[in-house]
């Protein structure tokens, strides 16, 4: 037992309340599918500090199908970057079904990286060579993202290039339009072995935490994509990620997602957690029926909408202080200076530029009304990226055109190292070890000499 079983309680408290959900029914169209359990319902969440937990059948394994469309669109991006995957494959909402003839009117172009007929080109857009076959990238790709290595259910991927037609279908369509580049029966092979490649509800949340945490899977800690991919894919993800339900998705669970007609579901809370769930019963969009009402409490238990507030205040703080909160406040008409005149602003956490700007209103308001000196201390703080240190600089920079005094309170140098500091500010900011040190040598300035 320990405290973190509560978050596994969690999960077990979801999937006991929906397991008892027989509606819809599994996919057919690919006849080995139906060999599953119906019953089976597995739910994982991994954290961006690599910490899974999961309920019930969580290391069932089952084919990806369409969740691996994302993963395979991140390859192609990471490859040939998204200018020339756009002129390829488009990322607007088809609202139709998965395996719908949605191609843009006059190019052929498919609507979305999401959709069968987008999907397939994406597989198709995957450098192929001798030395390194596409597929082979797919898989290791895919085992990547999943943190450790998958493999394919070779009936699985009988059974769908024997029954395959229509993807065949749409591949030839496409070809027609000038829109694939490659041999479609090939393309297709290629798009239905990904399908058929293996995993768990578990990986699943790991492939998802590794899209949320910025490319980087928190589990092996390596990095699979670039935090530009990885946040290109989340958002036609968001958009287009559950088809003719996308919109609905977005509005209800707010969270980028993907589902496969095999019964996966994976969810990503950017910067959060990677949430996955297995149950192969279906709905009419081709979505897990226990894994979409799961999922949908678990992003409301979590907070994990999108649009719901995402800078949360207090992650971190800025606030206005006035010297007087000093403890060793010196007499007479330092003491007066240092208490009037003297702003002290303290900020804590990591910085963003949303931060950055909060430490800056907050350096406005402070001091007397005539702009008296200001410190700035940045002793709690953890970290600052570069937005807000390009803000921060020009900020201080600003205060100093404006003749304001002001002295930072800095010794793990989050603003940046003392060159760098004066390059950007064009002064030498004065620098202290302690926050009363630094208000007394600014009342001092104050107090005149004497
Ligand atoms: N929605 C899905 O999971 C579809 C994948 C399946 N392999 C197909 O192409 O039909």
Redesign the pocket.
């Known amino acids: 037992m320990s405290a973190s079983e509560a978050v596994t309680d969690a999960l077990r408290e979801l999937h006991a309340r929906f397991a008892g959900v027989d509606e819809g029914r599994q996919?057919d169209?690919?006849p080995e599918l139906t060999r599953s359990d119906p019953d089976d319902f597995g739910l994982a969440l991994v954290s961006m500090d690599g910490h899974a937990y999961s309920a019930g059948a969580a290391d069932t394994p089952f084919?990806?199908?369409?969740?691996?469309?994302p993963f395979v669109y991140a390859l192609a991006l990471a490859a040939l970057g998204l200018d020339e995957v756009s002129r390829w494959v488009g990322a607007e909402p088809s609202g139709e079904a998965?395996?719908a003839i949605s191609l843009e009117p006059g190019t052929g172009r498919p609507a979305n990286a999401m959709v069968?007929a987008g999907?397939?080109v994406t597989t198709a857009l995957v450098p192929d060579s001798r030395e390194e076959p596409a597929f082979g990238r797919i898989l290791s790709c895919l085992s990547r993202f999943a943190g450790r290595k998958l493999d394919v259910d070779e009936d699985v991927h009988g059974s769908?290039a024997a029954t395959?037609d229509?993807?065949r279908a749409l591949a030839y369509l496409i070809r027609s339009t000038g829109s694939l580049p490659v041999d479609p029966v090939q393309a297709v092979d290629t798009?239905?072995r990904q399908?058929?490649v293996r995993a768990t509800a578990v990986d699943l949340a790991v492939m998802a935490a590794t899209l949320a945490y910025g490319g980087v899977n928190p589990v092996t800690g390596e990095r699979v994509v670039s935090p530009e991919v990885a946040a290109q894919v989340l958002a036609v993800m968001a958009t287009c990620g559950m088809?003719d339900s996308s919109g609905d998705w977005l509005l209800r669970v707010g969270l980028p997602a993907k589902?496969?007609?095999?019964g996966?579901l994976l969810a990503a809370g950017p910067a959060r957690f990677g949430l996955a769930a297995y149950s192969p019963l279906l709905d009419a969009s081709?979505t897990s029926v226990r894994g979409r009402a799961a999922l949908g409490a678990l992003s409301e238990r979590l907070g994990l909408h999108l649009m719901r507030n995402p800078a949360l205040p207090g992650s971190t703080v800025t606030l206005v202080t006035t010297a007087d909160v000093l403890p060793s406040a010196p007499t007479g008409r330092l003491a007066r200076a240092l208490h009037e005149r003297v702003g002290v602003v303290a900020a804590q956490g990591a910085l963003d530029f949303t931060a950055a700007e909060r430490v800056l209103y907050a350096l406005d308001e402070s001091g007397s009304e005539d702009g008296g000196p200001v410190v700035l201390d940045l002793r709690e703080v953890t970290g600052a990226d570069s937005d807000a240190l390009v803000l921060l600089h020009a900020g201080l920079s600003r205060l100093a055109r404006e003749g304001r005094r002001a002295a930072v309170v800095d010794p793990g140098d989050r603003l940046g190292p003392p060159d760098l500091l004066r390059e950007r500010t064009g002064q030498d900011l004065p620098r202290f070890g302690s926050r009363e040190e630094a208000a007394e040598q600014c009342a001092r300035v104050l107090a005149g000499p004497g």
């Open positions: 996919a169209y690919i084919t990806l199908q369409s969740v691996s469309k998965f395996n069968n999907a397939i769908e395959g229509r993807n798009y239905f399908c058929a088809y589902s496969g007609v095999s996966g081709g």
